[in-house]
């Protein structure tokens, strides 16, 4: 079945202790961008990647690293998370075209 | 001016009936054009891209007018099923694969 994967679902953590969502399709797809999706504000995407070891800032990049090492992987980095990172954060992949994307499930992340 | 500006809602809407709404974006240079929609708490979906042309998919059209830097989309004879957020997606430039979503469009269908 095709789809994106992300890890964790749910995670409530601390600020200042370092974290990784994972993201991984099995679609070969090419182009894979980050999101996060806050009340009123809508989606605002944070990285994407055209390709393996291609990446580019988005709107809100501050505070968050990423890296494509691998073509079906795309880990999104929070180095020292703080509050205002609380959040609804989507992982999307496309085969060309950025704009038809196939969006993971979503992880919901906390920071106290 | 938002860069994408869409209706929040929400859109109270008989099932059967025909309802249409639109996004209007501010960066004439924009290339590409998309649909999704959003169950509550669930990923986007991509529900259509939107061609100069116009393109239709079942009940479902959607439009571009570029010279007004709008969107639209028609939804015929609509279904309880059809309740979602729709956003509305536009790639910026060509080639600078950043894309500008929406805040979108609650729709909720009447039984």
């Known amino acids: 079945e095709a789809q994106v994967t992300q890890n964790p679902r749910y995670l409530i953590t601390v600020t200042g202790k370092k974290l990784t969502v994972t993201c991984s399709q099995n679609?070969?797809?090419?182009?894979m961008s980050w999101y996060r999706q806050d009340p009123g504000l809508g989606l605002r995407q944070i990285y994407y990647?055209?390709?393996?070891?291609?990446?580019d800032k988005g709107d809100v990049p501050e505070g968050y690293k990423v890296s494509r090492k691998e073509k079906r992987n795309f880990p999104l980095i929070l180095e020292s998370p703080s509050p205002n990172q609380t959040s609804l954060y989507f992982c999307?992949?496309?085969?060309?075209?950025?704009?038809?994307?196939?969006f993971g499930e979503g992880s919901r992340l906390t920071v106290l | 001016r938002k860069e994408v500006e869409q209706d929040p809602g929400p859109f109270n809407v008989p099932e059967g009936a025909t309802v249409a709404f639109n996004c209007t974006y501010s960066n004439s240079a924009s290339q590409s054009f998309f649909w999704y929609r959003q169950d509550c708490r669930k990923e986007p979906k991509l529900l259509m891209s939107v061609y100069s042309s116009g393109n239709e998919d079942g009940r479902f059209t959607a439009q571009l007018n570029r010279a007004s830097q709008y969107i639209s989309l028609l939804i015929r004879d609509s279904k309880l099923s059809d309740s979602a957020t729709y956003l509305c997606?536009?790639?910026?430039?060509?080639?600078?694969?950043?894309?500008?979503f929406g805040t979108g469009t609650r729709l909720t269908i009447i039984p």
């Open positions: 679609m070969n797809h090419e182009y």
């Open positions: 999307a992949s496309s085969l060309r075209r950025a704009g038809e994307l196939f």
């Open positions: 997606v536009v790639n910026r430039n060509f080639g600078n694969e950043k894309l500008t």
């Open positions: 990647s055209m390709n393996v070891e291609v990446t």
